[in-house]
């Protein structure tokens, strides 16, 4: 028999649920069929993905993308450096508002919301930013300013050359993409043991 690391009750054989580990806890916490409710919404882990918003989802997943993209297109622009923890940031916020749009809820479609997002958000930002460096050159040569909104291809292959010339932006674009991956992802529990 164990104790319910929340609530201190001696938990029946066969009933211990485990919580997994969460900050800087090295190990799954027992807990009592009661706590684990709780501790999940309510209604364990199967409700946090019952019956999502997808339409909220979808709109402040949008609007989410659209103030990521230009915080990271801000400050690359402002530093002149990509800085990791803002590609951190862009798909930790991305996450948060497509599950804040759901109702709470996490699940596969989210996930997937999510990365579209954070992909959405971190294409525009490069365009962007390569656009910005781009019309800061030419402008140091005598040319014309050149027009934000360029021909749907052309700015596909800025977005490229960008990342072909730095390509350690793949790897901030990867850590933003795992974020926006695995927060909105459904929690799963150990089965219950003794």
């Known amino acids: 028999m164990r ?19 969460r900050g800087v806890e090295a190990t799954p916490r027992p807990v009592c069929p009661t706590c ?19 339409g909220g989802a979808l709109i402040f997943g949008v609007g ?3 103030l990521s993209a230009v915080l990271w ?5 402002l530093t002149n450096y990509q800085l990791g923890i803002a590609a951190i940031a862009v798909g930790w916020l991305v996450a948060q508002a497509v599950m804040r749009g759901s109702g709470g809820k996490r699940g596969p479609h989210l996930q997937g919301l999510s ?19 781009t019309a ?9 300013n050149l027009p934000l909104l360029l021909p749907f291809e052309t700015m596909v292959r800025l977005v490229v ?11 901030f674009w990867a850590i933003a993409l795992w974020e926006a991956y695995t927060l909105p992802a459904a929690r799963r529990l150990p089965p219950a043991a003794s």
């Open 3 to 21: 104790e319910c690391s929340k609530c201190g009750a001696t938990i029946p054989e066969g009933k211990t649920v485990w919580l997994p580990p």
């Open 36 to 54: 684990a409710s709780i501790s999940l919404g309510g209604g364990g882990a199967k409700a946090e993905t019952e019956d999502p918003n997808l």
């Open 64 to 66: 989410a993308s659209a």
């Open 73 to 77: 297109y801000a400050v690359v622009v």
């Open 115 to 133: 990365v579209a997002g954070t992909v959405l958000a971190m294409a525009v930002s490069e365009y962007l930013i390569v656009h910005h460096f």
């Open 136 to 144: 800061q050159a030419l402008a140091q040569r005598g040319y014309a």
């Open 161 to 171: 050359e960008g990342l072909k010339g730095d390509p350690m932006s793949l790897l």
